[in-house]
């Protein structure tokens, strides 16, 4: 376009405007979605009026002030952002996420000393089959979703298993990464049931649930934390060292590291070591991309009595990383081109998993990150609890439910998940 006095003039004025109200206007309601819940940030607020304070412990440990929402700026607008639901970062594509009409609603109060995890849905039964995460508590729990209101239960599979932390479907199948590895009693008959770390599997129709791996050539896993099933059904699991800092298994005899597990061959190998503590992980619709989260920020500096036994350093591993995926291996390059792609604003991503359109959504204490494939922040919704995961669940995917210390809760929008271990193109 050739440059016309006229035109170069409204480009000057449209620039003016733009940066005086950047930064007269960190906040303001969200063209086109509900102003009660909905809160669009200008510009990811990257000009705050001074001065602007966010407070920070001076010993370098996190804390709840410690956050966006929370920083003290002069601008009146940003107290919308304290009070929002969704905190909007990228308009556009927050509107296709969010739909017209967005709601966040509280389903279930669970006690709040217990981590809940490894949420999965499973359409043949219409229920989410999840985990309380706690010291002696060996039951999981059940949500059926058939009936005007869902309804929870406790859940124990045969033989139980204590100390589940991450759960996928795949091909009709749960499969577990397990945390826990001390005896425990059985729920039901009181009997001893031994168990160590590692990987198991539930079918949902039967409640049979069978060991696929508890060693690795006779050493014990340090605690399984999450795990993901690609279409060929390789398995993919994180094996950081929570189980012991809570106090579920032994001291760790392994580094915390990501590891691929063939149920076909009985083969575990590991397949990246650079991440300090490994937690989530999930795969890319079309499984040429993996994502892992590393919570290397927890330092285990607690005495043994002191659970859990690790204290939190903001300056540590915090990361989400992105790597090509290739199933086949040649050469043994499994996981490459090791990138990271997004710094949470405050403390580090949990639980992950993709959206069917491949947004990544992440579990981050009172809150979750919606991310771009590339991890562009898109939007946040922002939780009364700490979540510890989320899943798409209901027949057609479309809820994302969140499950941490203290509830469950559920969001309707637009955005759909994907049945795991089905590969899309
Ligand atoms: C956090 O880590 C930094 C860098 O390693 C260190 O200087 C600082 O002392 C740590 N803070 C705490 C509270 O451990
Ligand atoms: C934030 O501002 C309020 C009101 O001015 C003040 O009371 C509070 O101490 C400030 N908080 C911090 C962390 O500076
Ligand atoms: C925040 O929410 C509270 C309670 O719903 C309400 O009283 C208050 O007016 C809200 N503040 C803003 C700035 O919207
Ligand atoms: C499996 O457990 C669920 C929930 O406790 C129960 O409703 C169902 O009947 C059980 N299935 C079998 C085959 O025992
Ligand atoms: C850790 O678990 C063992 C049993 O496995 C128990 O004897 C010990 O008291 C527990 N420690 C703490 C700090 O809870």
Known sequence: MMLTRHNLSTHALHFLTFSVSAIAQLA??????????????????????????????????????????????????????????????????AADILGPDPILEHLFDLPPGFVHEAPVYVPSINSVIFSALAQDVVPQLIINLDGPRPTIANYTPEPPVYGVNGGRYHDGKIYWAVSAGVPFPHPEDGSTVLQTPGIVELD??????????????????????????????????????????????????????????????????????????????????????????????????????????????????????????????????????????????????????????????????????????????????????VVNNVQFVGPDLDELWLFGYGGVSRVKWNLKGRLEGRASS
């Open 204 to 385: 949902p129709t039967t409640n049979a649930t069978r060991t696929l791996l508890n060693n690795y050539y006779g050493a014990q896993f340090n605690s399984p934390d999450d795990v993901v099933v690609a279409s060929n059904g390789d398995i993919f699991f994180t094996d950081p060292w929570y189980g012991w800092s809570g106090n579920l298994t032994a001291a760790p005899v392994l580094p915390a590291a990501t590891w691929r597990f063939r149920p076909a061959t009985g083969q575990a190998q590991i397949v990246e070591s650079s991440l300090v503590q490994p937690n989530g992980i999930a795969l890319s619709p079309d499984e040429k991309t993996i994502y892992i989260t590393d919570t290397g920020l927890t330092e285990f500096d607690m005495p043994e009595h002191v659970l859990p036994r690790f204290s939190l350093n903001s300056t540590g591993p915090r990361y989400l990383y992105a790597f090509d995926l290739d199933l086949e291996g040649k050469g043994g390059r499994v996981l490459t081109e090791k990138r990271v792609v997004f710094l949470a604003a405050e403390f580090g991503t949990d639980g992950v998993h993709v959206a069917a359109d491949g947004s990544i959504v992440g579990a981050i204490r009172e809150r979750v990150d919606v991310l771009s494939p590339e991890g562009e922040l898109i939007l946040q919704i922002r939780s009364t609890f």
């Open 28 to 93: 303001a309601p969200c063209p086109g979605l509900p102003t009660a819940s909905t809160v669009c940030i200008n510009r990811h607020a990257s000009v705050m009026p001074y001065p602007f304070f966010r407070f920070h412990p001076s010993d370098g440990s996190l804390s709840p002030e410690d956050s966006f929402p929370r920083t003290n700026t002069t601008d009146p607008t940003f107290a919308l952002v304290r009070n929002a639901t969704f905190l909007v970062f990228d308009h556009a594509r």
